[in-house]
């Protein structure tokens, strides 16, 4: 479904990725874990197309198509989400409104019919109940006042909403209680199917308690360093990220072999 | 036109001119050039001018003046005014009308370019009464109107005043509204203004008595030429008297827009409470927003805060929503409506609401082009 090869992003005229590679299939569940500053937020950005990340090197294929050529709105159509790790505030802006004018232009895009009011909200209802989460949030703006967790459960609430095929998560699990994780990662769980893939950013081990992944990946100075199932993500609740800080990428290795 | 004649319709001479008309001067020195005939007012309006301000609801309720003249043939049964010569009408606003006063100054353009002004005086006794004032006008010769309005709110009395302007590029505006609010009584008001080549709006606030409030809000949404010029002046002149001001700006293309908001605290008024906020949005290089709070404190203890920004679209926001699916174009259109949006927020007539709501679709860049 999703395939990274050798990526390299500039961005301020700094380089993040230096490399990065990562395969997704779809129905797989994969963690990208790793100390801040590695370029975990970066692999997202890049992913969903905002401005100022430049590619210098590498390539993201999406379905055998070339993803970086996407403006973002193509790439939402084309089935990939970005929970944002600070969900914007948008003023003025009513939730429900949005929602729909998101999933509508999504469906128009791909040639869907359009939904209407009605079929709207009989869709937001049935998410809702799901999810186990109250309506009150749709009646405000968008994210405008919402406390941490209510913008974390939004971001969830619109992924529920708009059906990705391949979701990526960017740190939805920081700044949140207990119940509040939990409600994320049922949102997920309920989600997992043959045909959707996840990619997890998170610093924590605590997430990957209640979404267990396929594959736990570590990045390290914009590399994955280090790939496991989820055993490696206890080993680094253990161990700290230092143990594996001065670990060189694979092909680093390959080549210093030579 | 001569100054004498400028002095007429801007109800000032022009030494206040000088200070207040700082950053409109060029507008009004290009106005002050030409000649200006005093407009006659036609006898029938053209049916797409008539549907701009015939709502269902109003009908019986509205007062419509044609080129400051008052026409009896046009307005509802249920209100009735005496104007004089001079085109000065008074009103003691009744409380039985049951739907909002909707006063419609309509610009009709004659042959060459003309000039018209008008000048009222409404009362509210007692109870709570909403206003819409809305100002129509559509294109050919210039046309410069001046409309002077006076509100007297009295003891413990609501009064609730709307108004919306939607004016061709030929038609400038001058309109000045004085408002006393006595003691107790309360002053709440959205103002939503675009177009025209040159609007100006002045809106002095007296909040002359103990326990007097007002609550301000308004926006410009502003593309082409439009030139805006809006100075609010808020007096907090007695006791416990509160302020709360909020406007938003949209200037795009070559626009223009100036909001100088003044909130003066006069001395031995204390316990007042003053809030002014001004944010607006640049959306081309070649438009121009200048906002300006002004706060005069004279009394020791008062509660007052003013902000103001001018800025653009916020990119982080634009991209949420395009991540989310929705064109750049649209996410433009649903932010700036957004936050224009924000000033509406008082209003909760669920017909006046949806008028301001078409306004907002007819003046903003692309908003047409939403969901």
Same mark, same amino acid.
């Given at each position: 479904?999703?395939?990274?090869?050798?990526?390299?992003?500039?961005?301020?005229?700094?380089?993040?990725?230096?490399?990065?590679?990562?395969?997704?299939?779809?129905?797989?569940?994969?963690?990208?874990?790793?100390?801040?500053?590695?370029?975990?937020?970066?692999?997202?950005?890049?992913?969903?197309?905002?401005?100022?990340?430049?590619?210098?090197?590498?390539?993201?294929?999406?379905?055998?198509?070339?993803?970086?050529?996407?403006?973002?709105?193509?790439?939402?159509?084309?089935?990939?989400?970005?929970?944002?790790?600070?969900?914007?505030?948008?003023?003025?802006?009513?939730?429900?409104?949005?929602?729909?004018?998101?999933?509508?232009?999504?469906?128009?895009?791909?040639?869907?019919?359009?939904? +209407?009011?009605?079929?709207?909200?009989?869709?937001?209802?049935?998410?809702?109940?799901?999810?186990?989460?109250? +309506?009150?949030?749709?009646?405000?703006?968008?994210?405008?006042? *919402?406390?941490?967790?209510?913008?974390?459960?939004?971001?969830?609430?619109?992924?529920?909403?708009?059906?990705?095929?391949?979701?990526?998560?960017?740190?939805?699990?920081?700044?949140?209680?207990?119940?509040?994780?939990?409600?994320?990662?049922?949102?997920?769980?309920?989600?997992?199917?043959?045909?959707?893939?996840?990619?997890?950013?998170?610093?924590?081990?605590?997430?990957?308690?209640?979404?267990?992944?396929? *594959?736990?990946?570590?990045?390290? +100075?914009?590399?994955?360093?280090?790939?496991?199932?989820?055993?490696?993500?206890?080993?680094?609740?253990?161990?700290?990220?230092?143990?594996?800080?001065?670990?060189?990428?694979?092909?680093?290795?390959?080549?210093?072999?030579? | 036109? %001569?100054?004498?004649?400028?002095?007429?319709?801007?109800?000032?001479?022009?030494?206040?001119?000088?200070?207040?008309?700082?950053?409109?001067?060029?507008?009004?020195?290009?106005?002050?050039?030409?000649?200006?005939?005093?407009?006659?007012?036609?006898?029938?309006?053209?049916?797409?001018?008539?549907?701009?301000?015939?709502?269902?609801?109003?009908?019986?309720?509205?007062?419509?003046?044609?080129?400051?003249?008052?026409?009896?043939?046009?307005?509802?049964?249920?209100?009735?005014?005496?104007?004089?010569?001079?085109?000065?009408?008074?009103?003691?606003?009744?409380?039985?009308?049951?739907?909002?006063?909707?006063?419609?100054?309509?610009?009709?353009?004659?042959?060459?370019?003309?000039?018209?002004?008008?000048?009222?005086?409404?009362?509210?006794?007692?109870?709570?009464?909403?206003?819409?004032?809305?100002?129509?006008?559509?294109?050919?010769?210039?046309?410069?109107?001046?409309?002077?309005?006076?509100?007297?709110?009295?003891?413990?009395?609501?009064?609730?005043?709307?108004?919306?302007?939607?004016?061709?590029?030929?038609?400038?505006?001058?309109?000045?509204?004085?408002?006393?609010?006595?003691?107790?009584?309360?002053?709440?008001?959205?103002?939503?203004?675009?177009?025209?080549?040159?609007?100006?709006?002045?809106?002095?606030? %007296?909040?002359?008595?103990? %326990?007097?409030?007002?609550?301000?809000?308004?926006?410009?949404?502003?593309?082409?030429?439009?030139?805006?010029?809006?100075?609010?002046?808020?007096?907090?002149?007695?006791?416990?008297?509160?302020?709360?001001?909020?406007?938003?700006?949209?200037?795009?293309?070559?626009?223009?827009?100036?909001?100088?908001?003044?909130?003066?605290?006069?001395?031995?008024?204390?316990?007042?409470?003053?809030?002014?906020?001004?944010?607006?949005?640049?959306?081309?290089?070649?438009?121009?927003?200048?906002?300006?709070?002004?706060?005069?404190?004279?009394?020791?203890?008062?509660?007052?805060?003013?902000?103001?920004?001018?800025?653009?679209?916020?990119?982080?926001?634009?991209?949420?929503?395009?991540?989310?699916?929705?064109?750049?174009?649209?996410?433009?259109?649903?932010?700036?409506?957004?936050?224009?949006?924000?000033?509406?927020?008082?209003?909760?007539?669920?017909?006046?609401?949806?008028?301001?709501?078409?306004?907002?679709?007819?003046?903003?860049?692309?908003?047409? %082009?939403?969901?």
């Amino acid at each position: 479904m999703l395939k990274i090869d050798n990526l390299h992003v500039r961005v301020a005229g700094k380089e993040i990725l230096k490399g990065l590679t990562l395969h997704v299939n779809a129905g797989e569940m994969h963690a990208v874990m790793g100390p801040n500053g590695a370029g975990k937020s970066t692999l997202g950005n890049v992913l969903a197309g905002r401005d100022g990340y430049e590619v210098t090197q590498g390539s993201v294929v999406y379905n055998g198509r070339n993803l970086l050529e996407l403006e973002p709105e193509q790439r939402a159509a084309a089935g990939v989400f970005l929970a944002f790790q600070y969900p914007v505030e948008i003023p003025g802006v009513n939730n429900t409104y949005f929602l729909k004018a998101a999933l509508n232009a999504q469906r128009k895009q791909r040639g869907e019919a359009e939904l +209407d009011s009605m079929q709207f909200l009989k869709l937001v209802r049935e998410k809702l109940r799901v999810l186990h989460i109250s +309506d009150d949030l749709l009646h405000r703006a968008v994210n405008a006042g *919402f406390s941490g967790g209510e913008k974390k459960r939004n971001e969830i609430f619109q992924m529920a909403l708009l059906e990705p095929a391949l979701a990526v998560l960017d740190e939805t699990d920081s700044g949140l209680d207990i119940d509040a994780l939990r409600m994320v990662a049922d949102g997920v769980n309920t989600m997992r199917d043959a045909k959707r893939a996840f990619v997890v950013i998170t610093h924590y081990q605590r997430l990957l308690d209640y979404i267990v992944p396929d *594959f736990v990946h570590v990045m390290v +100075d914009g590399r994955i360093v280090e790939s496991g199932d989820k055993a490696l993500a206890l080993k680094l609740e253990e161990h700290g990220y230092a143990w594996i800080a001065g670990r060189q990428a694979p092909d680093k290795i390959a080549a210093g072999a030579v | 036109m %001569d100054a004498a004649a400028l002095d007429e319709l801007l109800g000032g001479t022009a030494r206040e001119r000088e200070e207040s008309w700082r950053y409109s001067r060029n507008a009004l020195r290009a106005l002050s050039q030409q000649e200006f005939a005093v407009a006659v007012a036609p006898v029938e309006l053209p049916a797409e001018l008539l549907q701009q301000f015939d709502w269902p609801e109003t009908r019986a309720t509205r007062l419509v003046f044609v080129n400051g003249v008052f026409s009896r043939a046009l307005s509802g049964k249920r209100v009735e005014v005496a104007q004089d010569a001079s085109n000065h009408c008074e009103l003691d606003l009744p409380q039985d009308l049951g739907e909002a006063l909707h006063v419609v100054y309509v610009s009709v353009p004659g042959a060459t370019p003309t000039r018209w002004q008008t000048n009222n005086r409404i009362r509210l006794g007692h109870g709570y009464a909403p206003i819409i004032e809305q100002h129509v006008g559509y294109a050919g010769a210039e046309v410069f109107g001046a409309v002077t309005t006076e509100f007297v709110v009295e003891r413990d009395a609501g009064l609730g005043v709307t108004t919306i302007s939607d004016l061709p590029d030929s038609c400038s505006l001058y309109r000045r509204q004085t408002v006393s609010v006595q003691a107790g009584a309360r002053y709440r008001c959205t103002h939503a203004l675009a177009g025209g080549r040159l609007q100006r709006f002045d809106l002095a606030c %007296d909040l002359a008595q103990a %326990d007097a409030r007002c609550e301000q809000r308004g926006v410009f949404a502003l593309r082409g030429r439009a030139h805006i010029d809006v100075q609010l002046d808020v007096r907090h002149a007695a006791r416990d008297t509160a302020s709360d001001v909020l406007w938003r700006g949209v200037a795009d293309q070559r626009a223009r827009g100036i909001l100088r908001g003044a909130i003066t605290v006069a001395a031995g008024a204390d316990g007042s409470d003053a809030q002014l906020q001004t944010k607006n949005l640049l959306l081309s290089p070649h438009a121009e927003i200048d906002a300006q709070p002004v706060l005069e404190i004279y009394a020791d203890e008062v509660k007052a805060a003013h902000g103001a920004t001018v800025g653009q679209l916020d990119e982080r926001a634009l991209f949420y929503m395009r991540s989310r699916g929705i064109a750049a174009v649209t996410a433009r259109a649903l932010l700036i409506a957004g936050f224009c949006r924000e000033a509406f927020g008082a209003i909760d007539d669920a017909s006046l609401r949806a008028q301001l709501d078409a306004w907002l679709v007819r003046h903003l860049p692309l908003a047409g %082009d939403t969901v």
